[in-house]
């Protein structure tokens, strides 16, 4: 019976995933995300992705995995986590986002997930798709959330009921057959933890998170000079932010990392350290760290800013 061969699909997709190193696989049915469409149309006419214009393209391949990827019949959603500790109050150095202390995430995932597509191949047969760690216009969070990975919280970010939110998302759009998983409810509840301690008010209703207010996007995304309405408020980031994702009380069940390659120096680091390294000396700490994004000229406007405050 056909029933009994998506299940079968299924279970091998999970039991892939897990020799892989990811805590968490679901599977949605390939479909447009006609509940998303809105939103998206909506967050992008008020201006929230401020100077993202990639942001505006691709709208249609956003919300229809079908048109990425011609005859496919299933999204995989995966999850990679990436946790280091929490994060003590007391820090007083410069902070960088958890996920860009270790090597760049999108090679380490990457690698994995064409595994993953080689040994679907070996155990099931020819699987036609394609990966993508961040790499494509795919709204991740939607469809980890249908596949019953977690919810979208307040915070925007993806959250497991069992682990949390520090993890890296990952999709495999395929043409393979396989059992869907039932999506997750939400459970933040009347919880505004998030929204309370976003220093920028950056977290706004509906889910949605206004760009042109985030410490993340100033210290990533924004190539020119900070505004003045962020100063006194970015409060030692100088690499993305997680300060919505420290106080979620989901996180308290997070767990450390797995992967030796996510480890780094970026913790250790004194302000002074920070403030007289060289270019050279950045160069060879941080090879192949997702802080070459924001390049060593953004990492030294943002010491400087976060100086000034």
Request: aromatic share 10%.
């Amino acid at each position: 019976m056909k029933t009994d061969l998506l299940q079968k699909n299924s279970q091998e997709v999970k039991s892939i995933a897990q020799s892989l190193g990811f805590e968490f696989c679901g599977i949605a049915k390939a479909e447009k995300l006609v509940e998303e469409e809105s939103r998206l149309e909506s967050w992008l006419n008020q201006k929230h992705h401020a100077s993202m214009q990639y942001m505006e393209n691709h709208f249609e391949l956003r919300l229809d995995p079908t048109l990425l990827v011609p005859g496919a019949k299933t999204v995989i959603s995966l999850m990679y986590n990436y946790f280091q500790q929490a994060r003590p109050k007391s820090e007083k150095g410069y902070k960088i986002a958890q996920y860009a202390w270790g090597k760049d995430y999108h090679k380490v995932v990457k690698k994995k997930l064409q595994e993953f597509i080689m040994q679907l191949n070996q155990s099931i047969g020819q699987v036609n798709g394609r990966v993508f760690v961040d790499s494509a216009p795919i709204l991740e969070r939607s469809w980890a959330a249908r596949s019953g990975l977690g919810w979208v919280g307040k915070n925007s970010m993806l959250i497991n009921k069992k682990k949390g939110s520090f993890y890296f998302l990952a999709e495999i759009i395929s043409d393979l057959e396989a059992w869907p998983d039932i999506p997750d409810t939400d459970h933040c509840g009347t919880c505004t933890a998030c929204i309370d301690a976003c220093p920028t008010d950056a977290i706004l209703p509906e889910k949605n998170i206004n760009s042109n207010n985030c410490i993340s996007y100033f210290t990533i995304e924004h190539k020119d000079k900070i505004g003045p309405h962020m100063s006194g408020k970015m409060d030692d980031w100088i690499f993305g932010c997680d300060i919505c994702q420290d106080v979620c009380p989901w996180n308290r069940f997070a767990q450390k990392h797995q992967e030796p390659k996510f480890e780094g120096p970026k913790n250790n680091l004194s302000k002074t350290d920070w403030e007289e390294m060289t270019h050279e000396v950045f160069n060879e700490i941080f090879a192949g760290s997702p802080l070459k994004r924001a390049k060593w000229e953004g990492i030294k406007r943002n010491i400087l800013f976060n100086k000034k405050a």
